[in-house]
């Protein structure tokens, strides 16, 4: 098929918002609470006319490569950043893949995979968790071919899956460098993981991770992401970007946020002590809670008490998911997005005293 016609077949969706209030977030992974008055007042004064009127600077976005590289003990040389880590990644696929080579990814995963796929022409292979909702690194070792460019992991998976172990993917990134294969390792989630693939980097030279501001750092609406490589990767990246990608306002709001890179990973250990707090709750109540190293919480339960839970987030106007599919099964599902704080909710108490009402 001609490519413009494919372009035309890409459907694209976005999920209708229902609620975007503090508190009330529980549907994209968001900073579910707003930053405290004063930390953010602060960084309101950092901003003048000029950061509305040109251009981005290079001098706020050299700040934040340097940080960046000081955090994960890297060079600058070795940092790209853009538009959130979608624009990294399509960046990813239009730098390493031609068009008619095909990328593998692990699935369920992040849809946009496969539209920016579809966008350059680039050819799709999903494979598919295991039943223990593990990554099948049998069944990629056996899609891969000689048309095979890049294979996509993400690490740790999302909505829900186990950490893989490191050897593992270091593994996958040795048999594929032999083969001139790259892997990307997306690590959108990588601040709630025991798991942290940064020194594949080092060691494999076909190896790029990507990471968010949107998700542990609570500033999605910034839209920053960065890839991790080799000085020669970051090169094509770069290559790549728009001319402009990144606002003055939210290379500020992403300076100041690693400058208090201590506030953050403090809000990070809450939300884990609140992930595993709240699942254990949930699971006091009957609810099935599917692995997670994310902030994720995504559950199934009998119909009866699902649609009881939907009821009562309702009822306080809370957006959420749901959904009938996990792993091609017909699994009823309810997924919320977690952060510190939030068991305290009046509709999460109401939840977890469902089985004394």
């Known amino acids: 098929m001609n490519r413009k016609y494919k372009i035309l077949d890409i459907e694209r969706y976005k999920t209708k918002r229902t609620n ?42 050299n700040k934040v490569k340097d940080k960046i590289a000081i955090l994960n003990n890297l060079s600058k040389y070795e940092v790209s950043i853009d538009g959130g880590s979608d624009q990294v990644i399509k960046n990813i696929f239009q730098s390493f ?23 350059l022409d680039i050819d799709v292979k999903k494979i598919m968790q295991n039943e223990n909702f593990k990554i099948n690194f049998e069944n990629i070792y056996n899609c891969i071919g000689k048309d095979t460019a890049l294979v996509v992991i993400t690490s740790p998976p999302s909505p829900f899956g186990g950490v893989e172990l490191k050897s ?38 076909n190896v790029i991770l990507t990471r968010t501001f949107s998700k542990a750092w609570g500033a999605a609406g910034c839209r920053v992401g960065y890839a991790l490589s080799t000085k020669a990767n970051i090169v094509r990246l770069e290559k790549v970007r728009l001319t402009y990608p990144v606002s003055n306002v939210s290379l500020k709001f992403i300076n100041y946020l690693l400058d208090h890179s201590e506030y953050i ?39 009866k008490k699902l649609k009881k839970i939907s009821e009562i987030l309702e009822k306080y106007d809370v957006a959420y998911r749901s959904g009938i599919n996990v792993n091609q099964n017909k699994i009823q599902w309810i997924r919320i997005h977690i952060s ?10 109401e939840i977890f005293n469902l089985n004394s009402a």
Do not use: H
């Not at 893949?97 to 579809?118: F, G, L, R």
């Not at 593992?168 to 997306?186: G, R, T, V």
């Not at 510190?340 to 108490?349: A, E, I, P, R, V």
């Open 20 to 61: 975007t209030k503090s508190g009330f977030r529980l549907d994209m992974g968001e900073k579910i609470f707003d930053f405290e008055p004063k930390f953010f007042q602060n960084f309101i004064k950092l901003l003048n006319p000029e950061d509305f009127s040109v251009y981005p600077k290079d001098d706020l976005e």
């Open 97 to 119: 893949v031609d068009p008619n080579q095909k990328i593998i990814i692990n699935s369920p995963a992040w849809p946009m995979y496969e539209v920016y796929a579809n966008i």
């Open 168 to 205: 593992s993917l270091e593994d996958l990134a040795n048999f594929l460098l032999k083969k001139k294969i790259y892997l990307l390792i997306d690590e959108a989630y990588i601040e709630f993981s025991s798991l942290n693939c940064l020194d594949l980097i080092k060691q494999y030279q």
């Open 340 to 349: 510190q704080g939030l068991k305290k909710q009046n509709y999460m108490k």
């Open 265 to 303: 990973s403090n809000s990070i250990k809450e939300t884990i002590k609140e992930r595993n707090i709240i699942k254990k709750k949930l699971e006091q109540i009957g609810v099935k809670v599917f692995p997670t190293e994310t902030n994720i919480v995504q559950f199934k339960a009998d119909e």
